[in-house]
């Protein structure tokens, strides 16, 4: 796999340094560093497109702002990569109007959005499944008694955050290891946004956290904490806008709506950030404590 980097700034040094680390440095066949200081609104970004560009599988365009991102469909033309990762790390990256028109010109290549960047999963292309075979959402595998006694890393966040983790997780008793996980995360540090994403209703900063969390209880098999609904109490149906549906930060991915239009939320990715406690009009959501985890979820 050949993989051409278009970066910008801090963000996008940490993570190809650390992407080349861990086994894609021979992969990286160009990286062009766009300048910074760019203005936010280019009426032609074709003068920055970068010249002799070699062919290319996978384009990966990290921490672009503004208008200047409309050089992503020009590289991915002269290239041939038919595979694009755009990771936003800022709300203020890449609106949502600016994705449709790179998606609109970029018409004939598959690009993900990944927001953050250790939110991306498998998508069913052959490039960029290859890429998140080793980056992207954590995924860890944990060895424990009532200490944690061993973490391996099978997917890792771009940034490295999770490899730092997991060595901070060694030696922690388990009914501590979420917490633990949220706070080293935080300790890295993250470089993900904490401005309020208006799509999403919460900061990158705090999806990226719950993204480590998610891992550690995936393995553990319990959420220290997680939003619970009441099955008596939810109205669902017709007497239910499902907002706490809308507000979830994690969106269908943790609120799920059954068939009887009741809902209940996925233990495994629930943050606990209690919008949906908040803004339930019938009081139907609650945070609990100890919440044993669905296996097969």
Known sequence: MNIFILT???????????????????????IHEVPGDLPEFIDDVSRYVPDNLPEADLILSIGLYGDINMIIPFVASKTGAKSI???????????????MEIESEACDARIVFPKPFCSLE?????????????????????KADDLIRHVEVKRGAPCGSTLFVADKLKNVP???????????????????????????????????????KEAVKR????????????????????NCSHICYEVCPLGDETVKIKENGK????AN????????VQKCPFEAITIKNNVNLK???
């Open 269 to 276: 990715s629930c943050g606990y950030c209690s919008i949906c």
């Open 219 to 238: 393995e553990l098999g319990f959420a220290v904490k997680s939003a619970v609904v009441s099955e008596e109490m939810c109205q669902g149906g017709d």
């Open 122 to 142: 498998p998508v069913g292309d052959k490039y960029i499944d290859k890429f998140v075979e080793s980056f992207g959402k954590p995924e860890l595998e944990i």
């Open 85 to 99: 990762i755009v990771p936003i790390h800022d709300p203020k990256q890449i609106p949502a109007g600016l994705q």
């Open 174 to 212: 388990v009914a501590e290891a979420e917490f633990e996980a949220g706070g080293r995360y935080h300790n890295y540090p993250c470089l993900a946004s904490m401005d309020i994403d208006p799509q999403i209703g919460d900061t990158l900063l705090h999806v990226a956290g719950y993204r480590i």
């Open 263 to 266: 809902v209940e939320i996925n």
């Open 8 to 30: 910008s700034g801090k963000y996008g040094s940490r993570i190809i340094n650390h992407i080349s680390k861990m086994g894609l440095a021979s992969s990286i066949i160009g």
């Open 295 to 297: 296996r097969s979820e």
